[in-house]
């Protein structure tokens, strides 16, 4: 608790009741204040320091700025002080004003970086950046549902759905993978993600049991996808919806042998016939994403309601 007596000594001038009007209003550099008050470094700094051993301000560093604000628990007595003393300082109307200017100058920066970033935003580096955030908030915005990950592979995307599903089922017909995905999920800890062998087309799937039946570039290698998409209306609740993200169609006939596809994608118009032919409503399909190296693979996402 500072003492009231040394804080009210320190409330005695005029000239540090301003720096702690502003400082009240908004956090602040040395360097801002300075401008607001049109006042020396050294002066400004002389009084921080006294407003700090009084234990009025405090301030922490923001990279290589160090930031004032007025003490958060002032005791009531001083903020009786500063509330009757506001009327008394002639100045502090235009030291309202003049920090308005400053943080308008602040936003003007922040602007002034975006404008120069305008139209390269997506192809370069911005720190915090990812999609891998992105896909988390986006996923705790849904609500906990049943989930089958069809074409699972390694589990990395049934890894990241299990963070908010009720339950994941991933399906994948190849053992190897399956028992690598299962070893995955059990050094994350997650409990709620089941693992079965099985074939896209014959999901080993109670019919009406998911929510969400989800197939993540795994269509282009099934044998026959329009049946893929046939059982993954089976074993969809009614109002139970499909997502699709693929390859759009191609000519990069490499990938066959490269990456065992079967089919070389998928046109738009292909997607939202086997959807509608199952018997979903609701049909979008688009274009999500166009790689920009060579051979540049497109993604396409259909999406539907059983």
């Known amino acids: 608790m500072p003492s009231i007596l040394k804080s009210m000594r320190v409330l005695a001038d005029s000239f540090r009741l301003r720096i702690l009007f502003l400082l009240e209003r908004e956090e602040l550099s040395v360097a801002e204040i300075q401008e607001i008050l049109a006042t020396g470094q050294s002066r400004i700094s002389t009084h921080l320091s006294q407003l700090k051993q009084a234990e009025l301000v405090e301030d922490r560093r923001s990279g290589k700025n160090i930031l004032y604000r007025l003490v958060r628990t002032l005791p009531p007595e001083i903020r009786a002080v500063l509330e009757a003393s506001r009327a008394e300082i002639p100045e502090a109307e235009d030291d309202a004003r003049a920090l308005a200017l400053a943080l308008r100058k602040r936003a003007d920066r922040m602007r002034s970086y975006f404008d120069e970033l305008a139209g390269r935003f997506g192809k370069q580096y911005v720190p915090g950046r990812s999609w891998r955030g992105l896909a988390e908030a986006l996923l705790l915005l849904m609500p906990p549902l049943d989930i089958a990950d069809l074409g699972a592979g390694e589990g990395a995307f049934s890894q990241l759905l299990a963070r908010r599903a009720r339950r994941v089922i991933a399906v994948d017909n190849s053992p190897r993978m399956i028992e690598v995905a299962r070893d995955l999920a059990l050094r994350s800890g997650l409990a709620n993600i089941e693992f079965r062998v099985g074939d896209l ?6 019919d009406a049991s998911v ?77 999500v994403h166009r790689e920009s190296e060579h051979p540049h693979f497109e993604t396409v996402l259909a999406l539907g309601e059983k």
């Open 211 to 287: 929510d969400l039946a989800f197939f993540s570039q795994s269509l282009h290698h099934a044998l026959h996808p329009r049946r893929a998409v046939d059982a993954a209306w089976r074993i969809l609740r009614p109002g139970g919806r499909i997502a699709v993200l693929d390859l759009k169609r191609h000519s990069f006939e490499e990938a066959r042998e490269l990456y065992a596809d079967h089919w070389l994608g998928f046109a738009e118009a292909e997607l939202e016939a086997f959807l509608a032919a199952a018997g979903f409503r609701d049909v979008q399909v688009s274009t």
């Open 201 to 206: 087309e014959t999901p080993p799937i109670p």
